[in-house]
């Protein structure tokens, strides 16, 4: 196996010497608690949800899973949206390696490809491990869609044309609330949109190895975030598909999914796996693998020329997928 790494896009390589004080490749469960009270998280509250006024925003808090608390959803509607009628909906499911974040975070992305297209946005917040370890986080993700099918007319939403989506962490947690709406026979969504997802906790690809110590998400985080997930079980044979997607034996009858990811992260080969076990299952999946890439590049240098490409990719998709 080889250790080797691939190179940074010269962009991004740029980008990431300008963080690379700020924020560390690699985490362990000690940091997590300091990380949560950094700055980051708290600039979160200061983002511009109406995208300067294009949206209508409001938290709500619904029913979470049996026997649990309340979740939060953020929901974010077209104050003017171009067509009349019922708006698909993007539910969203945010990053933060299992351990970190709220339902503000990466929601720009969506906020953008909504803008574009005419959607309403429902961004969730769910339980955070290690305090809420598996199967917590997936079950308050599952709630929330569970809400957002049955109360999409409300929200001005299709119950029709709902797409789940969500990056790194997020995309596995959309990965798995794939498979539990099938297995539950829960409501249909037309896509799954599963950006540089976090689906595999035995950490032991080729690409994980590549990466140790560099970009923004080592095998060090990656265990740390496993870990405080699943803790002994990580790793080991009785981990549940909800959990960790990659372990799942059955990947067919899933909604199409549009999976991508950079060259030079510890994800790349989980993600190419998931897409061609897709592919091998009769299934339908588009999968971008961008050259040069780190973990989550186009949200940290949205400048550069992979970034816009890959950010034309995903509105693109999602534009097919909501037209069919």
Known sequence: ?????PPFDPELAAALELIKDAVSPSFTMADITEIRQGAGIQLLAELDLTMEGAFDVEDRTVPGPADAPDISLLICRPVAPAASGPLPVIYHVHGGGMVLGNNRVGVDAPLAWAKELGAVVVSVEYRLAPEHPHPAPVEDVYAGLLWTAEHAKEIGGDPERIVIAGASAGGGLTAALALLLRDRQGPS???????????DDRNDTPSSHQMKGLGLWDRTSNETGWTALLG???????????????????????????????????????????????????????LHVWPGGFHGFDG????????????????????RVLAR
């Open 300 to 319: 940290f240098a949205p400048q550069a020329a992979v970034s816009q490409s890959a950010r034309a990719a995903h509105t693109d998709w999602l534009r």
């Open 232 to 286: 002994e079980r990580r790793g080991g044979p009785d981990v549940s598909p909800y959990a960790a997607p990659a372990r799942a034996t059955d990947l067919t009858n899933l909604p199409p999914a549009f999976l991508d990811v950079g060259s030079a992260e510890t994800f790349r080969d989980e993600t190419v796996a998931y897409a061609s076990r897709i592919w091998q299952s009769g299934g339908i999946a588009e």
């Open 189 to 199: 969504v037309i896509g799954q949109m599963l950006l540089c997802p976090m689906l």
């Open 1 to 5: 196996m080889t250790a080797v790494p």
